[in-house]
């Protein structure tokens, strides 16, 4: 296992691109991985089919971190119906390590989190009050 | 006490203890999670498997005899381990969990009514927690929890008395997995006893490590395992007063638990055999009870002794790192072998990959224990536990090596 403890990985950590909340989210969806704790829910604004706003909050470790921000980063200004194919292996090639079977877990619940935003109501309808995000066990 | 070579001497006996992880030697601090087996468990276990494997009870042969002799030898090992009266009060179950469903299936069926009460603490695993929480629901009983004093990491001993008046059963853990600290169970047992509560011990983190003696314990049930204390794993302990047992329902229904069977219903079997439904574990209490040996051989109060050394060098080289937050009692003679930390700046993930590239081998997380690592105040904390091979030197190469953690995300060491 090489290092995963990148220059990219540690900045992405320690200085999250895309963290913070939407005013008017179309989607949004929360995450938790039980087994260390970290959870993550992310919200998007989608219109016309494409996601023109992604953003994450969340508490996790470097790498569940740096695959949220790095993920909203590549969903940004993408078309709803890519954004929807996007695949494992697309979501960690994003973080340009080799991911153990340990770490799976950390690494894939941002997509795991975003797929599940995109999959409610076409993620285009304008969610009314404080949504509340859906829970998704990982 | 035991006399005998350095406990450091032991090492010999683990073949793993010498393992290279990646090239580094390595350093393994999860003993809380499970312990490693000395080739004298092992040979017992293989042994077991090349003469005398056979399913145990109702055999006529030779085989099936020796088999049975072995399984019933290890259940009186185990006895004697823990001061147990009678091997008839020893059920083995799968694992701690199993034992602890086990007791609080059983027992609340026949100590809870409606409107009832059950006390447990904070700082309970899991398998200490949720299954008094169903227990609870299905009998229309409330669960309360002794309070875990923040500022010490100890039980509030000031609620004691009214949380426990009134109890049916009192429920708790002797060692917490996460805080380390150690319980007043002979006082709170005491305590309960007076209100005619039933005190039933998780054991999981003292057997292996202290000498635990069920009468001086004064409790009713104590559940351990056999994996945290050199066995295998698939065996647990549930050691339980023979009058209580004997008026307790069965737990799990089927083969060897019962005397007699007709198409309309059945007889129970006599204790222990009444808890222990299907082929049981054999080749694992056999494993056990040779762990029981070997503990007993190395002297449970040296193991004490030495890993509460341990315990007080870790304390003292986290505390002069003052980005380090050391979760539990300062103080090593109140706590087992467990010291549960946090680093500023690095997530506990992080810390466990980053130590495991120097041979290091700690846990990360909630440790089965969500409650507690929420009233924290944090999502998961990294986990240093020790046993009796574990060594100085080992204890401050871990220190040092957080150093590394601090390298990857840029922390400054700063004096506590």
Redesign the interface.
């Known amino acids: 296992m090489g290092n995963i403890y990148t220059e990219a990985i540690v900045d992405y950590y320690q200085h999250p691109r895309k963290k913070g909340t939407i005013a008017e989210p179309t989607a949004q969806a929360s995450g938790h991985n039980p087994s260390c704790g970290d959870s993550v829910s992310i919200q998007v604004r989608v219109s016309k089919g494409r996601i023109s706003q992604a953003r994450f909050m969340g508490s996790g470790c470097a790498i569940s971190t740096a695959a949220s921000s790095m993920l909203m980063e590549k969903v940004e200004g993408m078309r709803l119906s890519e954004a929807r194919n996007l695949s494992k292996k697309d979501a960690l090639a994003l973080l340009g390590i080799g991911i153990s079977h340990a770490r799976l877990n950390c690494a894939l619940l941002p997509l795991r989190t975003l797929k599940e935003a995109l999959g409610q109501e076409g993620g285009e309808k304008m969610i009314k009050g404080p949504g509340k995000p859906k829970e998704r066990r990982s | 006490m035991a006399q005998g070579p350095p406990l450091s001497a032991l090492r010999k006996d683990f073949p793993i203890l010498s393992r290279r992880i990646?090239g580094k030697r390595l350093v393994y601090l999860d003993n809380a999670a499970t312990t490693h087996k000395p080739v004298q468990v092992l040979g017992r276990i293989e042994e077991y498997y090349r003469r005398e494997n056979a399913n145990v009870h109702r055999g006529m042969h030779t085989l099936s005899q020796e088999a049975t002799d072995a399984y019933e030898g290890a259940r009186e090992r185990i006895a004697r381990f823990i001061g147990a009266r009678s091997p008839k009060e020893i059920i083995f179950t799968k694992n701690a969990t199993e034992a602890l469903n086990l007791a609080a299936g059983s027992l609340s069926e026949l100590a809870v009514g409606e409107g009832e009460k059950i006390v447990s603490t904070e700082m309970e695993h899991h398998s200490n927690l949720v299954p008094w929480q169903q227990a609870a629901r299905r009998h229309g009983a409330r669960l309360e929890l002794l309070e875990v004093d923040m500022r010490t990491g100890l039980l509030d001993e000031g609620t004691f008395k009214e949380k426990i008046a009134g109890a049916k059963i009192v429920s708790l853990t002797h060692s917490s997995n996460v805080l380390g600290t150690i319980n007043p169970v002979a006082k709170i047992a005491a305590m309960a006893r007076k209100e005619g509560a039933y005190v039933v011990v998780d054991g999981a983190q003292s057997v292996p490590h202290m000498r635990v003696d069920v009468g001086s314990l004064g409790c009713d049930m104590l559940a351990f395992s056999g994996h945290k204390m050199c066995g295998p794993t698939g065996i647990g302990v549930l050691w339980g007063k023979e009058e209580l047992l004997e008026r307790m329902p069965p737990f799990l229904f089927g083969g060897d638990m019962i005397s007699e069977v007709t198409f309309s219903g059945a007889k129970w079997n006599d204790l222990p055999w009444k808890f222990e439904a299907g082929t049981p574990p054999i080749a694992q209490a056999i494993g056990l009870g040779a762990a029981c040996d070997y503990l007993k051989k190395a002297g449970m109060g040296r193991i004490r002794a030495h890993e509460m050394r341990l315990t007080k060098l870790a304390l003292s080289l986290l505390s002069e790192q003052g980005d380090v937050r050391v979760f539990g009692p300062a103080d090593a003679a109140k706590k087992g072998g467990v010291v549960a930390f946090g680093m500023e700046?690095a997530?506990?993930?992080?810390i466990a990959?980053?130590l495991d590239r120097e041979g290091i081998a700690v846990r990360?997380?909630?440790h089965c224990a969500?409650p507690l690592?929420r009233k924290l105040g944090v999502?998961?904390t990294s986990r240093a536990s020790f046993y009796f091979y574990n060594t100085g030197s080992e204890v401050e190469f871990f220190a040092r090596s957080l150093e590394k953690v601090r390298k990857?995300?840029?922390g400054r060491r700063r004096g506590a």
């Open positions: 990646d700046g997530h506990p993930h992080d990959a980053i990360s997380g909630h969500q690592t999502f998961a990857v995300f840029g």
